[in-house]
């Protein structure tokens, strides 16, 4: 497969402040990237989404007439938009304020000021999210694995679905909670389940104590994605069955090395 270039790429980058707007500019050519539409108001981002299609938004936090989750929501909800890739450039560091993005898809959150390997990163997660580049296991038809997702957030399934199959996994059940996945985990056989630690009445640990205790498929490989990977409290979570912890956002390249782990040993 011919790998899509930094150049090729097609960038709305939707920044009120005339001084950030130039320096990440100069930062995305740095990267060979050159076909850049700037925004600098809200309803200005609104009409460019409509005119034209983009690979990548990058945006702000804060405008006056509504938030970058605002602009998430509105192309997430376009048919013509829905696959865009979308990164957030916030100086903003609130967990709170930042969880939403975290469990809506987006392909990186970048600090301001970020680093070139920051954006570097970045860029890489939206070619791997345009690019389909199907695992080779020795064990497995990857066409013929099992995957039972569970995530309480419709847009994290969504973004996280289109990494598992651009990756090959093609035979991906949905449940959008633990309590729901006991039920589909009680009826079918699955050969991994990937799911979020955060969810109403029953979350990801509990489901993975469920697993190993008490289902059928007490081996089945277990990756947990979570927005709060490193911290402290999970840090013994292996304990309880989980075999691979992810980081929100789900980078693609990074999933790939953890399922060849999981799937090819």
Known sequence: MTSIQPS???ILLIEPSDTQSK??????????????TLAKTFSDALQQIERHQFDLIASAMYFDQGTALDLLKHVKSSERNNETAFMLVSSEYRRESLEEFKQSGVVAILPKPFTSDHLHAAINNTIDLMSAEEMELDYFDVHEIRVL???DSKLARNHIRRVLNNLGLLKVSEAKDGSEAISMLNENMYDLV?????MPE?????????VREQSQQSHIPILMVTSESKDTHLANIEQDGVNALCDKPFEPE???QILYTLLDH
Do not use: A, P
Not at 194 to 198: A, G, L, R, S
Not at 202 to 210: A, E, F, H, N, S
């Open 8 to 10: 090729e790429l097609s």
């Open 23 to 36: 320096i990440i500019i100069n930062h995305l050519k740095q990267h060979d990237i050159t076909e850049i």
């Open 149 to 151: 997702l569970v995530d």
């Open 194 to 198: 990937v799911t979020d630690f955060n």
């Open 202 to 210: 029953i979350d990801g640990r509990q489901l993975t104590k469920y």
């Open 254 to 256: 990074t999933v790939k």
